[in-house]
Structures are given as C-alpha cells and as structure tokens.
C-alpha cells in the first residue's frame, strides 16, 4: 500500500486559516487515496519517483491554498489506450517545481504511431493546468504521448524553465505532440523554455493577455495562434511572443483561424523571432482552417487586427515559401525587419491591409 510521510513543521501565526496545517507530506508509492489525503492535511507535497497506475491521472486537483508540490525522481505512467490526462494540477497560489534530475516520462513510444489524436491507440494529454496566481517551474518532461500542456480556465499562471524533450518522436512516431496549448485563460506567461516536439510549440485557441518569451522550439509546427473559431471563446487578444528562435520546424510565426467561424483576433505582437531550418513556411497567416486543414478560400469572420511583426529573421528551405497571407477583414497591421530568406516557392496572397508593410 502507498503511503505518505506527515512531517510536523512550525506553525507561523500570521497565516491565514488556510494554510493552518503546513505538514510536509512525502509519497513514494502510487495510491489515489493517499495522494487525496496528503492535498487535505499538507501545504507542501513532495512526490518521489512513483509509477501511476494505467488509465489514472496523478490528481492534484485538490490541492490546498498556498500548497508546494515537488516532483522527484522520475514519474511514469503504465500503460493503458486511453485520453488522460496523466497529470491534472488545480488550485490558487500554487507553485509546482521539480527538483534537480527529476523527470516526468511519459513514455510515449508505446502509444505512438504516427497518428496522433487521429485515429490509432487512444493516447492521453499529459498536463492538464486549472490554476489562479500560481507558478510552474523547472519541470522536465519526456515523451509525452499526444498534446502536453492544456492550460484552461487559468488566470495568473506563470511557467518558466520547463524542459520538454519529445525529440524520440521525429523518428518514432510522435504526432500532435503540442507544448503549450492555452484556451480560455488570462495573464499566461511562458518564458525560457525549451522544447522538442512534433506540432505547435504554443497555440493560442482562445484568451487574453498571453506572453510567450525567451523560448527554444524545435520540430515542431511553429509558434501559433489558433486556430481560433468554433469554440465557446473564440476570442484571442493580447498575445505577445518574443525572443524566441525556432528551428527545424515545419512553420515559424502563425496565425490560422476558422473557415465560416466567427471571433475575434487582436492585439498581436511577434518580436525578435530567429528562425533556422523552417520546412514550409516563414510567416504564415490564414484564415481559411476547416477540421483543421486549409481550404484556399479565407472568411473574415475572425478578423485579425492589431497586429505587430518585428524583426523576425532567418531561413526556410528551398521547398518551402517565405511569406504567405491569406485572409480578409484584416487591419492594423504594421511589419518592420523582416529578413526571412531561402523558400524559392511563392503563394497567391490574399487581404493584407494596406500599409502593412509586408508582401509575398
């Protein structure tokens, strides 16, 4: 049986009610019940080099006011088809950090097969992310089976210095393999990350003021917005990305909203973006996705406005196009310093406001 380690620490008189019990609790075992018990009575949780169960998440949702959880050792997950998510964290002022040579494998090789979330094995999300005024940090994650972290509903959240190598999947069937995905949240940061994967290395379905700094992506889809229509939000503003080099990867900046949706897009600065090895496309802006594919023909349903692009540099492959743009009811758009070189392909573009400062 699992079983977890309450240590009585002293008590500082100044803390509110919720944090009464400030015991330390320590699990090395695997056990649902425990882990539920160990949110009830400690303020700070530590988890050492567990096996999660087939088919269970690791439930931290339960997590107390104030609580520290930290991660040990690895953490893995035994096997099971199925949508997951591995981990699920929930709470306010709630800060999740690992500690040196910890990691948390998700073994991803035994559910990849090329296919992703379309079709194949069922493979699980692995972190899901309902926090308020929290911090994720220094955590280090391998082979994650689909998408990685599913930020939803979360307001305040900082994540810093994550790790997340998926690079065993270019060649090992990795697919749909995400970073980041953030819908319906405000005040997300992430910043001085680093990360290995097989599609968007952030993507903003839906939210508000959300930065996107100080990052390394490599092989994967690029740093995107959207795609955005045909959700309960279908709002994106305030997104800032910048700093970032992208390398590797099939895009480099994105934007992609839905065919026939409507919503809206505004607020947008990509700044100081390197890219290196791009595989399709540069920049691209399209506002014509329908089930997650182009169709060649943009609505305006989604409009993007206020939108900034500012010295973003680098190379595509020959095969690949530096600039396209297809979209409609577009404005408030202002390019500078754009020197992306390589793709000897050219695109029809379509819809770019007049005095945007960019052509295809």
Known sequence: MGY???ILTVLVASLAPQYVSAASCTITK???SDIKSAQSSCSEIVINGIEVAAGETLDLTH???GTKVTFK??????YKEWTGPLLSVA???IEIIGSSGHVLDGQGSLWWDGKGGNGG?????FFKVKLTNSKIHKINIKNSPVHIFSIGNSDGVVLQDISIDNSAGDSGGGHNTDAFDVGNSNDITIKKSTIYNQDDCLAVNSGTNIVFSDNYCSGGHGISIGSVGGRDNNVVKGVKVSSCQIVNSDNGVRIKTVYGASGSVSDITYQDITLSGIHKYGIVIEGDYENGSPTGTPTGGVPITGLTVKNVKGSVDSSGVNVYILVE??????F???SVSGGSKTKTCKGIPSGAGISC
């Open 4 to 6: 977890w380690l309450p």
């Open 30 to 32: 695997y056990s649902a």
């Open 63 to 65: 997590l107390k006011q």
């Open 73 to 78: 050792g690895t953490i893995t997950w035994a």
């Open 91 to 93: 709470g306010t002022d």
């Open 121 to 125: 094995k069922k493979k699980p999300k």
């Open 329 to 334: 009811s577009a404005s408030d758009w202002h």
């Open 336 to 338: 500078s310093g754009i």
